[in-house]
């Protein structure tokens, strides 16, 4: 895909922009979904993580910060360098970022099962059979209990409801998927499956132009 995704991140820097509302959102619910993570070590996932703003901040003042394991998986060296920054003045030594291609279900491995898998900026981007395939990867990314949040557009034609019912079909029971009044289109589901071994040597997904 030709788009330029560091050029991507210059909406962040308009308040009233859909990029920066849905950053909202998606922050407050990372923040929920570790407020109810039971306690101990945890372990979270970040797919096209871009520059880590969705979960980098959201850790750093958050009191669960030292109990969690994350990786970023970021092919943009760019986004990566300015996530690695990040993670690095907050001080979150158990967070790693890592320069690769999210779709490789390899990239997980050693972190799947996790209790938080982040899907954002992707399903916009993606064939809708790719979309379906990764809900069903999701099913092995995350642990029983375990929260996915994802987002997609609410424009035409609207896929939310329809992400929504396969995320139910792959075990998840959702605990809030945003309106079409909203403007912006976030999703928070939580497995009560049992997860699927890790399909290794797969991709998930192939951005579209």
């Known amino acids: 895909m030709t788009r330029d995704w560091y050029a991507w991140h210059e909406d962040y820097d308009d308040p009233e922009s859909a990029l920066t509302r849905r950053l909202r959102e998606v922050r407050r619910r990372v923040r929920e979904a570790l407020d109810h993570a039971p306690p101990g070590p945890l372990r979270a996932v970040s797919l096209c993580a871009g520059q880590g703003r969705d979960l980098v901040p959201v850790l750093a003042a958050h009191p669960r910060r030292d109990d969690v394991t994350a990786r970023l998986v970021e092919l943009d060296r760019r986004n990566a360098e300015i996530a690695r920054t990040a993670v690095d003045a907050a001080g979150l030594t158990g967070v790693e970022v890592v320069v690769g291609d999210a779709a490789r279900t390899d990239l997980y491995a050693d972190l799947a099962p996790a209790d938080l898998v982040l899907v954002c900026g992707v399903f916009g981007n993606i064939s809708d059979a790719d ?33 929504a019912e396969w995320y139910a079909e792959e075990g998840f029971t959702p605990v809030a998927v945003s309106t079409p009044a909203d403007g912006v289109g976030v999703g928070v589901h939580r497995f009560t499956g049992t997860p699927r071994p ?3 040597g797969a991709r998930m997904f192939a951005f579209v132009g």
Request: charged letters at 15%; glycine letters at 6%.
């Open 131 to 163: 979309i379906r395939t990764t809900v069903r990867h999701c099913a092995a990314l995350c642990a029983t209990g375990g929260t996915v949040l994802w987002t997609r557009h609410r424009n035409s034609p609207d896929l939310v409801p329809t992400i």
């Open 198 to 200: 890790l399909q290794r």
